[in-house]
């Protein structure tokens, strides 16, 4: 018998987050990643009519935690998984978990393997699925978004590159479900940065309807990342050239800091 299909709903929280939530049509269970408001949470549950079972967790960041103790109150047995290394800032974590080893959804008979991924904090994990319908899963919170990655607040630009370079590893096929809509103004800078980017032009045309249309750009593929991301193009001549380097590294951190500056 085929196993159900998973179905993974964007819940819209604050300005532009977005809080995953997993769910079955054959089973009762919800487990939500990184739910920054228990609000939304709560009322997709009830409409739903689901039981939230696991909460998966990337990093520390208020947007990222702060529905948690709301949601545990709610439902007291729900398993809470996080970065061991940012434990301490995570309350009511159940289970802590570091680079290599596997999550077990049991609601969902699901496993995913964590990664750590350190560059915009220092603990900061994502949760992969390599097999679910043939397509790979990846929640990387805010370390790759759609044409950009996240800001270094307590990484060096020389770890977000070695965490962009193990996601870049994945196959091309995995869906990225980052946690922020921030892919119209990643585009904005990405074409300022190759403005020839025939991707990046069509992504943007692609993506600006989306919006228009009040619709998610995510998730987003790591083969059309791979086309349209400059963060994940600093080996290509064309971006070598423009940053007058040839090393990698050096590409990758001019244009961490140019981000950080652009106005679009
Ligand atoms: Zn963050």
Known sequence: MQPEKLTITPLAAFQDNYIWCLTKPDSDALVVVDP??????????????RQLSSILVTHHHWDHTDGIAALKQHWPNTQIIGPDYEAERIPSLTQTVHDGDIVQLEEFDLQFQVLH???????????????????????????????????????????????????????NETLIY??????????????????????????????QQLRDNQL?????????????????????????????????????????????????
């Open 36 to 49: 920054g408001d228990a609000d939304v949470v709560l009322q997709f549950a009830r409409t739903t009519k």
């Open 117 to 171: 991924l350190p560059g915009h904090t220092l603990g900061h994990i994502a949760y992969y699925q390599s097999s679910v319908d043939g397509a790979p899963l990846l929640f990387c919170g805010d370390t790759l978004f759609s044409a950009g990655c996240g800001r270094l607040f307590e990484g060096s630009p020389e770890q977000m590159h070695q965490s962009l370079q193990r996601l870049m590893a994945l196959p």
């Open 178 to 207: 980052c946690t922020h809509e921030y892919t119209l103004a990643n585009l904005a800078f990405a074409r300022a940065v190759e403005p020839d980017n025939q991707a990046v032009i069509a992504h943007l045309t692609k993506c």
């Open 216 to 264: 998610p750009t995510l998730p987003s593929k790591l083969a059309t990342e791979k086309a349209i991301n400059p963060f994940l193009r600093c080996h290509l001549p064309d971006l070598q050239r423009k940053y007058t380097s040839s090393s990698e590294q050096a590409v990758f951190t001019a244009l961490r800091s140019d981000k950080d500056r652009f106005k679009s």
